[in-house]
């Protein structure tokens, strides 16, 4: 290691990307005395007095420095004593940390989009507007089950099941927060407000409100009082500032949670022309549909497919996930797969992408089922790879595409038959969606190409608009105002919107649903 300007780096900022760092719980002060380290070789900065006061005389003779108050004279060699552990929180793509270069006066806000399957959390400077990094990690609770109405039942099981779902999804924001500040070099004891929102059912589960008032169908149709009933206590666990805020942004209704929301305050869909359809993707995908004067929002059980859990060959969207097949222009099929790495697995828009090109190719009929001539599983081809579809992978996604195209044509019928004019797509399985294949199998409605939007996190974009944004909170309560929910669970045309939903063509939101249909009826046309 050197210092290409002596005394002027401490020895901290330079191992900050080093295969191994020092632990820490300040900000660079001295004050905790965890990132200490030993030079072997080399000569550094005098000792500080926050050094003097933590370390013996002995450990100095014996080299033994905090990595926060030294500073390297040219070059060095030295061990690290208490390496940091590495972390299970990923960055967040276009929110990479930088290192924070704070005024006395400045404080930190942390926002907080709580998923059903991953939690998503970024740190900012409010003064300044300024990002210090995201991250991105699993939500715990999945051990508890993968869909939002399982894991209900589970916390609903007995106090101490719940008493630990709530500890653990608590624990894992606190190790999110440390993350971010660590590497930013900042304390967390600078943070004054925690901005959270998520589906109803994992607001339910990190603050104190009773999982029953949703596993409870008529809950379905009612606002959800997602209480946090000391929230002083949770800043004191989590390090916080004395006066620190930790805020739960309340849900809409029933499983329409405060992600939607914040989504909807990010991407301005009451500034959206008539007919604009937001889709935000997941084990719990919610849907809203601006016809010009109301927004009209729903929730709709798309199950665990689209983060492709559960398919034989599904994977997260991870290195080596293949995201979508693609054809040049001589008709030949290749993968897009994330990272430079073969092929491994199918994640959920990989998984569209699958079905509708052997759709495309005559492999699968309409109503799910192989052609008569095809073995199963079918191969798709994924550059050198080969991955294995069955039956039972086209059967899930078939039913989780209904479940939202039911919801989009239920939300157009009581907006007077309104028809989707432009489409705005959210979450990582909304990042990697090739509107082609989304449109062919009918997961969502055909709108020209350049009347299609894509916002990865718009939740959590929305939630950072409260952390730093002062007018932030008012445009909320306005949107909220225009809000018109809509329960799926008692509307009385979504059984017979589901089944024409199932079958993999272009969805047809013009006609009225069958009459004939029959609640949970699966009898398709080939």
């Given at each position: ?30 004050r ?20 003097r006061?933590?370390l ?15 500073h ?67 939500n ?8 939002v ?37 900042c304390?967390t ?5 925690v ?5 109803t ?217 309104v ?21 062919r ?74 009459a ?11």
């Amino acid at each position: 290691m050197s210092a290409d300007r002596p005394h002027e780096r401490s020895l901290l900022a330079q191992l900050k990307h080093a295969t191994v760092r020092p632990t820490r719980a300040c900000d660079g002060s001295g004050r905790c005395g965890r990132c200490r380290v030993r030079v072997t070789r080399g000569a550094c900065s005098a000792p500080t007095a926050a050094e003097r006061q933590l370390l013996t005389a002995a450990q100095l003779q014996a080299g033994h420095r905090l990595a926060c108050q030294a500073h390297p004279i040219g070059d060095v060699e030295l061990i690290v004593l208490h390496p940091a552990t590495s972390s299970p929180w990923q960055v967040l793509p276009g929110r990479e940390s930088t290192t924070a270069e704070l005024a006395p006066t400045d404080t930190l806000s942390l926002a907080v989009d709580l998923g059903t399957t991953h939690i998503r959390a970024s740190l900012w400077v409010p003064q300044t507007g300024r990002c210090l990094g995201g991250r991105v990690g699993d939500n715990p609770q999945q051990n508890w089950g993968s869909d939002v109405l399982c894991r209900l039942v589970e916390a609903g099981s007995t106090p101490a099941t719940r008493a630990l779902m709530r500890a653990r999804v608590r624990a894992a924001i606190g190790e999110v927060l440390a993350t971010l500040c660590d590497a930013a070099a900042c304390a967390t004891e600078r943070v004054t407000r925690v901005h959270i929102v998520g589906n109803t059912a994992m607001l339910l589960l990190v603050g104190d409100g009773e999982p029953a008032e949703l596993i409870d169908v008529d809950g379905w149709s009612r606002a959800v009082d997602c209480p946090l009933t000391d929230p002083g206590a949770l800043a004191q666990r989590w390090h916080l500032a004395p006066d620190a805020r930790v805020a739960l942004e309340p849900p809409v209704q029933g499983f329409v949670g405060s992600d939607l929301l914040a989504a909807a305050l990010h991407t301005r869909m009451a500034d959206a022309a008539p007919g604009t359809v937001l889709i935000d993707f997941g084990t719990n995908s919610e849907i809203a549909l601006w016809d010009g004067e109301r927004l009209w929002v729903t929730a709709a059980a798309g199950g665990p497919s689209f983060e492709a859990s559960g398919i034989s060959c599904g994977m997260p969207a991870e290195p080596g996930a293949v995201t979508a097949i693609e054809r040049d222009a001589n008709g030949q099929r290749t993968a897009r797969v994330l990272g430079d790495v073969p092929a491994r697995g199918l994640c959920g828009s990989g998984l569209v992408s699958a079905i509708a090109t052997l759709v495309d190719a005559g492999l699968l009929r309409p109503n799910g089922r192989f052609a008569r001539d095809v073995l199963q599983p079918v191969a798709v081809a994924a550059n050198a790879s080969e991955l294995a579809l069955d039956a039972r992978d086209v059967d899930a996604f078939q039913r989780a595409k209904a479940a939202v195209g039911a919801g989009v044509a239920c939300l157009c019928a009581r907006a007077s038959h309104v028809q989707p004019r432009e489409l705005v797509l959210c979450g990582a399985f909304g990042h990697h969606l090739d509107p082609w294949a989304a449109t062919r199998v009918g997961l969502v409605p055909s709108v020209d190409d350049d009347a299609v939007a894509v916002f990865a996190e718009a939740a959590l974009a929305g939630c950072e608009q409260l952390c730093v944004d002062p007018t932030a909170a008012q445009d909320l309560v306005r949107l909220r105002a225009l809000i018109a929910s809509v329960n799926l669970g008692t509307d009385p045309s979504y059984d017979q919107h589901f089944v024409d939903q199932l079958l993999l063509k272009p969805l047809n939101l013009s006609r009225r649903p069958s009459a004939t249909a029959e609640p949970g009826f699966r009898e398709l046309p080939c």
